[in-house]
Nanobody
Framework: VQLVGSGGGLVQPGGSLRLSCAASGFTFSSYYMSWVRQAPGKGLEWVSE????????YYADSVKGRFTASRDNAKNTLYLQMNSLIPEDTALYYC??????WGQGTQVTVSS
């Protein structure tokens, strides 16, 4: 099983990034997927969840209206579109499957 995150980087406040998470080794289309982040020196924070079909999404209040989760089950890939980024969004972002599998994390840094 692998969950490989990508798309992170350094962005200025107000900017956008799109994270991707490529899944393999399990039936991706059967599982809910989540994004979880960990800011420097802080604990894990749940960010978003998307159901297996991709037609229902859920967000933490801290990102609601700015972040959009989506998935392409044909490509076994999960996405997180992040807009209007603020410094408080700086964190290591993990994708996770409802099976308990986690990706390795991708760093997002929001700074001028």
């Amino acid at each position: 099983v692998q969950l490989v995150g990508s798309g992170g980087g350094l962005v200025q406040p107000g900017g956008s990034l799109r994270l991707s998470c490529a899944a393999s080794g399990f039936t991706f289309s059967s599982y809910y997927m989540s994004w979880v982040r960990q800011a420097p020196g802080k604990g894990l924070e749940w960010v978003s969840e998307i159901n297996s079909g991709g037609d229902n999404t859920y967000y933490a209040d801290s990102v609601k209206g700015r972040f959009t989760a989506s998935r392409d089950n044909a490509k076994n890939t999960l996405y997180l579109q992040m807009n209007s980024l603020i410094p408080e969004d700086t964190a290591l972002y993990y994708c996770a499957a409802s099976t308990g599998y986690w990706g390795q994390g991708t760093q997002v840094t929001v700074s001028s």
